[in-house]
């Protein structure tokens, strides 16, 4: 979700990035990986931990069908994703939310959060249902 966000946060939002290099791709890879590392470690670790929980409690479940594992994914990284916006506190939300804009629900921005949710959950869906596959 972290490497989704950062890379619709460097195309999409209307913030001013850094020029590190003057050829392209390799100042969009940088500015990617910094705008990812300058999230805060609170919300990349609460992230982590409220999608692992909706995943453990609904294994069952993710695991039945192709389908409902991508749709279950997807729904789990935006709620992750949403409750992350809403309750991490502002100290903590360094480089995310409202400790990126100074609003928790900024409409400049949600829609990339949503995004970057969304390809998170699709990725691991993917890499889920290869795993799953192979054993």
Do not use: C
């Not at 990035?17 to 940088?30: M, T, W």
Request: no cysteine; glycine share 10%; hydrophobic share 50%.
């Amino acid at each position: 979700m972290i490497f989704g966000t950062s890379i619709f946060i460097f195309l999409l939002a209307p913030i001013e990035h850094k020029i590190y290099n003057s050829n392209l791709i390799i100042n969009s890879l940088r500015t990617i990986w910094e705008i990812g590392d300058e999230m805060g470690l609170a919300v990349k670790i609460s992230l982590i931990i409220i999608f692992g929980l909706l995943v453990f409690a609904f294994k069952g479940i993710l695991g039945m069908n192709r389908m409902t594992s991508y749709a279950l994914s997807v729904i789990f990284a935006i709620i992750s994703t949403t409750l992350v916006l809403a309750f991490l506190p502002t100290d903590f939300s360094r480089g995310y939310g409202i400790g990126l804009t100074g609003t928790r629900f900024d409409l400049r921005m949600v829609h990339i959060y949503i995004m970057g949710a969304l390809l998170g959950g699709i990725t691991f869906s993917y890499s889920f249902n290869k795993l799953s596959k192979n054993q």
